[in-house]
Nanobody, 115 residues
Framework: QVQLVESGGGLVQPGGSLRLSCAAS????????MGWYHQAPGAQRELVAA???????NYADSVKGRFTISRVNAKNTVYLQMNSLKPEDTAVYYC?????????WGQGTQVTVSS
């Protein structure tokens, strides 16, 4: 059973940056398409960015040009670099397979963008 652990969230001012990490144990991520998701208060969880095993990426329109998903297979880790953050990016961020596996949701990491 693969376990995914997110980290790197925090409080940041508008225009700031954060880098989220998703570390895996109990399995190898390199062969899977992986995604970062976010869930704002009162909203559904939605896909923010995804990356294939070959490194192809796609993004939600709301984050294009600001967020970058990447992976380091040797570290079994997926990253989300978030730049030019906006208050509307405030949410809990999760990583999972893409499409997601219900049994692999972790605790997520809170990102709060506020002045």
């Amino acid at each position: 059973q693969v376990q995914l652990v997110e980290s790197g969230g925090g409080l940041v001012q508008p225009g700031g940056s954060l880098r989220l990490s998703c570390a895996a144990s109990g399995g190898i991520l390199s062969i899977y398409r992986m995604g970062w998701y976010h869930q704002a208060p009162g909203a559904q969880r939605e896909l923010v960015a995804a990356i294939t095993s070959g490194g192809s990426t796609n993004y939600a329109d709301s984050v294009k040009g600001r967020f970058t998903i990447s992976r380091v297979n040797a570290k079994n880790t997926v990253y989300l670099q978030m730049n030019s953050l906006k208050p509307e990016d405030t949410a809990v961020y999760y990583c999972n397979f893409a499409p997601p596996s219900p049994s692999n949701w972790g605790q997520g990491t809170q990102v709060t963008v506020s002045s």
